[in-house]
């Protein structure tokens, strides 16, 4: 068994539409860390779902429900730390408004 420690989504602005951020292919994934950054000039709402392979973004895999983050605010998702990934699994988001929050997921993939 070979673990790899890495930045699962590198920093970037998140869609208002509901995107797939970071798939685990090949490998289970336990997410370490998670944060957004509001880099707009009001409140935006953010919503994260933790897929299981095969399956799509709804109310049963949603683990951040549009929490609202105030503008230069980093939230910490404390939500996603720790939660595991099977594989095909994947991280979906969605942002109250285009190109206003930051996110950046690192965890460990292990094959």
Request: charged content about 10%; overall charge neutral; hydrophobic content about 40%.
């Amino acid at each position: 068994m070979a673990v790899t420690v890495k930045n699962i989504v590198p920093p970037k602005q998140l869609e208002n539409s509901q995107t797939a951020q970071y798939t685990a292919v090949n490998c289970k994934t336990i997410i370490d860390k998670a944060t957004v950054t509001n880099t707009n000039n009001a409140n935006v709402t953010l919503s994260v779902n933790l897929v299981v392979s095969g399956g799509s973004a709804g109310n049963a895999n949603l683990v951040v429900k549009t929490r609202s983050i105030v503008p230069g605010e980093t939230y910490l998702c404390p939500e996603l730390v720790g939660q595991v990934l099977e594989s095909g699994g994947f991280i979906s988001t969605l942002a109250g408004a285009a190109t206003a929050l930051t996110f950046t997921a690192s965890g460990r993939e292990i094959t």
